[in-house]
């Protein structure tokens, strides 16, 4: 009969049917979905050198990745292949705590997700105004807003593969001009430029929230699995290429800029490198370069809003949200989410560049703190679960990977501004009280509330001679 050892996930033995009229994402597309939800090009990492010169700009680009990158991916490739569903990281934290953690996860990142995609329309507009002064400010800046979000909202509504492409398009689009300008640069370059650092002049607060908001997000491509061409194999594979695309995507127009051109760290600020492009290849460079800005933040704007309205979703199907959430579309596509989210950005569009940065890295890093305990619990709890990617390390080395990220996120939080915190805590107060209200709306079935049978199934982990029917467990035991 063999021995029975415990109620441990196997993994996913079968697909969701329930995706019917929405075609899956490929790997092509989910590279530069994963691209421009981290990054979208270098349009950003000028302050860095604004913070902290070139060498510390440099090294920061360089080191970052190791301490946050590169273990955030490998815990997306885990969890994400071990969990190929929509609702990514809500699902994972939902298996290794508990529905309530899960929700509290789900309603920092969503919320993080969203004061992120408020500043896309705004940096659009602010590349264009020096061509078109109305888009200055006032009831004209407004309304490009309201249009530019509508416009961008109907994208989304239309079907994840064409965002796919769209990012496909804009990215290269986007790339391209470095990659000239870099060539271009070549005779200017002097590398003792790169070494200038001045350590007793050095804006640690600028410095690090702008490499932390240029190189995180790689989870939140989980949130789309359950839309992706088999997940289990092309989702790691996309992660490494994006790494690698989104790491020369800041370092070569980095040591460009800084090798190239004289150093003025007050001139370093979001836009320094269309006038860079001026200098090195003159007007019609710098023209494709502000275009390319532009468009890069529409790109960000599309992949951050699937991945948060495809969030709502797969919290809807298991439970979490009302059963409105879970509604789609005729193409397939998230309909409430969407509309969720883009009335979330239009309501927070009023907030600072500087606001908006620090309040998301603030929000941000209380999920992925509850990331990592679930990573380390799942892996603790469910040693022999079936896992079609595992990061090759064991207990003690993945415990050992995040301490590193961990205390960067102390650090970060401490560098936090007091209005900052204070406006984060209220919004994590805000989720501990809404998932009871739920609960309690659910209880009294003032709305509808429902787990789709179509979720993917686990079953326990027996003698391979002796798989009973009692061991096989519906995923709906996560909302239990």
């Given at each position: 009969?063999?021995?029975?050892r415990?109620p441990?996930y196997r993994g996913?033995v079968e697909?969701?049917p ?5 075609q899956k994402v490929?790997?092509?597309p989910?590279?530069f979905l994963?691209?421009?939800?981290v990054?979208?090009g270098?349009f950003?990492i000028?302050?860095?050198v604004n913070a902290?010169?070139?060498?510390l700009a440099?090294?920061?680009?360089l080191v970052?990745p190791?301490?946050?990158?590169i273990p ?5 490739a885990?969890l994400g292949?071990?969990f190929?569903?929509n609702g990514?990281?809500?699902?994972w934290v ?5 529905p ?5 996860l789900?309603?920092m990142k969503?919320?993080?997700g969203v004061?992120?995609n408020?500043l896309?329309?705004?940096?659009f507009l ?5 061509s078109?002064?109305v888009l200055?400010?006032?009831w004209?800046r407004?309304l490009?807003v309201?249009i530019?979000?509508a416009v961008l909202?109907y ?10 492409w769209i ?6 689009f986007?790339?391209l001009?470095f990659?000239?300008m870099g060539?271009?640069a ?7 430029r790169?070494l200038v650092?001045?350590?007793k ?6 410095y ?9 997000y790689?989870d ?7 839309e992706?061409?088999n997940p289990?194999?092309?989702?790691p594979k996309a992660?490494?290429?994006a ?5 020369a995507g800041?370092?070569?127009p980095l040591?460009t ?8 760290r007050?001139?370093?600020?979001d836009?320094?490198?269309?006038q860079?492009a001026m200098a090195i290849g ?6 494709w ?11 960000m704007?599309?992949t951050?809003m699937?991945s948060d309205s ?8 298991r439970?979490?949200?009302?059963a409105?959430f ?8 998230p ?5 969720f989210s883009a009335?979330?950005?239009i309501l927070l569009?009023w907030m600072?560049f500087?606001e ?6 603030f929000?941000?890093?209380?999920g ?5 305990v679930?990573?380390i ?5 469910h ?5 079609p990617?595992k ?5 003690a080395?993945v ?11 102390v650090v970060?939080l401490?560098?936090?501004?007091w209005?900052?915190?204070?406006v984060?805590?209220?919004a994590v107060?805000?989720g ?9 709306i659910?209880?009294r079935?003032?709305?509808k509330?429902?787990?789709?049978p ?9 003698d391979?001679n002796?798989l009973?029917?009692s061991?096989v467990?519906?995923?709906?035991q996560?909302?239990q």
């Amino acid at each position: 009969m063999g021995e029975f050892r415990g109620p441990e996930y196997r993994g996913v033995v079968e697909e969701s049917p329930r995706i019917c009229n929405s075609q899956k994402v490929s790997i092509m597309p989910l590279i530069f979905l994963i691209f421009y939800e981290v990054s979208g090009g270098p349009f950003g990492i000028e302050d860095s050198v604004n913070a902290a010169g070139p060498l510390l700009a440099i090294a920061g680009f360089l080191v970052f990745p190791f301490i946050w990158s590169i273990p955030e991916a490998l815990i997306t490739a885990e969890l994400g292949t071990m969990f190929p569903e929509n609702g990514g990281y809500v699902v994972w934290v939902s298996s290794a705590l508990g529905p309530f953690w899960g929700f509290q996860l789900g309603w920092m990142k969503w919320l993080s997700g969203v004061i992120d995609n408020a500043l896309y329309p705004v940096l659009f507009l602010d590349y264009l105004k020096s061509s078109f002064h109305v888009l200055g400010g006032g009831w004209p800046r407004t309304l490009a807003v309201l249009i530019l979000t509508a416009v961008l909202t109907y994208m989304n509504y239309r079907g994840l593969t064409i965002v796919g492409w769209i990012a496909v398009f804009l990215g290269v689009f986007s790339i391209l001009p470095f990659i000239i300008m870099g060539f271009v640069a070549i005779p200017k370059l002097k590398p003792s430029r790169w070494l200038v650092v001045d350590m007793k002049n050095v804006n640690w607060s600028l410095y690090l929230n702008t490499l932390f908001w240029n190189l995180n997000y790689w989870d939140s491509i989980s949130t789309l699995a359950g839309e992706v061409h088999n997940p289990k194999k092309i989702l790691p594979k996309a992660l490494l290429y994006a790494m690698v695309l989104v790491m020369a995507g800041y370092l070569f127009p980095l040591l460009t800029g800084t090798g190239a051109i004289p150093l003025d760290r007050e001139q370093w600020e979001d836009g320094y490198f269309s006038q860079i492009a001026m200098a090195i290849g003159g007007a019609w460079l710098r023209s494709w370069l502000q275009g390319a800005s532009a468009l890069s933040n529409m790109g960000m704007f599309l992949t951050e809003m699937s991945s948060d309205s495809y969030q709502l979703l797969g919290m809807a199907e298991r439970g979490m949200l009302p059963a409105f959430f879970g509604k789609r579309s005729r193409y397939g596509t998230p309909l409430v989410g969407i509309l969720f989210s883009a009335s979330g950005v239009i309501l927070l569009s009023w907030m600072s560049f500087q606001e908006i940065v620090a309040a998301e890295n603030f929000l941000y890093c209380f999920g992925m703190l509850l990331e990592f305990v679930a990573f380390i619990r799942l892996r603790v709890k469910h040693p022999r679960a079936h896992r079609p990617y595992k990061v090759p390390l064991g207990t003690a080395g993945v415990v050992m990977m995040l301490i590193p990220p961990s205390v960067l996120i102390v650090v970060v939080l401490v560098f936090a501004s007091w209005k900052v915190m204070l406006v984060s805590l209220i919004a994590v107060f805000i989720g501990i009280v809404l998932q009871p209200g739920l609960k309690y709306i659910e209880k009294r079935q003032w709305l509808k509330f429902s787990v789709s049978p179509d979720l993917p199934v686990f079953v326990a982990a027996v003698d391979d001679n002796n798989l009973s029917d009692s061991n096989v467990q519906n995923s709906d035991q996560i909302n239990q």
